[in-house]
T-cell receptor, first 116, second 114 residues
Framework: NAGVMQNPRHLVRRRGQEARLRCSPM?????VYWYRQLPEEGLKFMVY????????ESGMPKERFSAEFPKEGPSILRIQQVVRGDSAAYFC??????????????FGQGTRLTVV | KQEVTQIPAALSVPEGENLVLNCSFT??????LQWFRQDPGKGLTSLLL?????REQTSGRLNASLDKSSGRSTLYIAASQPGDSATYLC?????????????FGEGTQLTVNP
């Protein structure tokens, strides 16, 4: 049973380009969360998605960032016109249930985005 | 708004020592609390999950406690080993948010010296 898979592991983009980060949740998990970890900072929530639905995007920057979780395929976090400040590690987590006392979130290895 | 604080930010101990990492949260209305381990350049590994109705959880040399009313959790590591060196993160699922969205502390960077 593979864990949460994120790709690519490392991504280098020039300023102004687009970055597409992919996350395949664990088998049987239909809830996906994206987090961002800026250098020397903690993880911050960005967006929570279920299949074909955005449930909570309160942590997403208002511009240039978007996320989707289609019926088929991985969840995608898209960053348009990247800037140096977007350089960070982006982590995806998945859970089987939306919320129960013992619902554990499982994390992927992250995608480290570097904007040059 | 829920905030999570971890003290100390960094800790260096000799091998074999027992140690305690601290986590505090401002709003006691939480669903559960998780402790994670993060190795440099790697993802997060879940160590322990404590439900809001529980007081502690144990796994091997790790023991985590939860005092919801005072907004505190501790992670106790017994007989520390160099392989325990990593950043330890505490995170809560606040009642006020959706799903299993986590609010993280800044982490404690642990170094265990041989």
């Amino acid at each position: 049973n593979a864990g949460v898979m994120q790709n690519p592991r490392h991504l280098v983009r020039r300023r102004g380009q687009e970055a597409r980060l992919r996350c395949s949740p664990m088998k049987g998990h239909s809830h996906v969360y994206w987090y961002r970890q800026l250098p020397e900072e903690g993880l911050k929530f960005m967006v929570y998605l279920q299949k074909e639905n955005i449930i909570d995007e309160s942590g997403m920057p208002k511009e240039r960032f978007s996320a989707e979780f289609p019926k088929e395929g991985p969840s995608i976090l898209r960053i348009q016109q990247v800037v140096r400040g977007d350089s960070a590690a982006y982590f995806c987590a998945s859970s089987r249930l939306p919320r129960q006392l013992n619902t554990e979130a499982f994390f992927g290895q992250g995608t480290r985005l570097t904007v040059v | 708004k829920q905030e999570v604080t971890q003290i100390p930010a960094a800790l260096s101990v000799p091998e074999g020592e027992n140690l305690v990492l601290n986590c505090s949260f401002t709003d006691s209305a939480i669903y559960n609390l998780q402790w994670f381990r993060q190795d440099p350049g790697k993802g997060l590994t879940s160590l322990l999950l404590i439900q809001s109705s529980q007081r502690e959880q144990t796994s091997g040399r790790l023991n985590a406690s939860l005092d919801k009313s005072s907004g505190r959790s501790t992670l106790y590591i017994a007989a520390s080993q160099p392989g325990d060196s990593a950043t330890y993160l505490c995170a809560v699922v606040p009642m006020e948010t959706s799903g299993s969205r986590l609010t993280f502390g800044e982490g404690t960077q642990l170094t265990v010296n041989p």
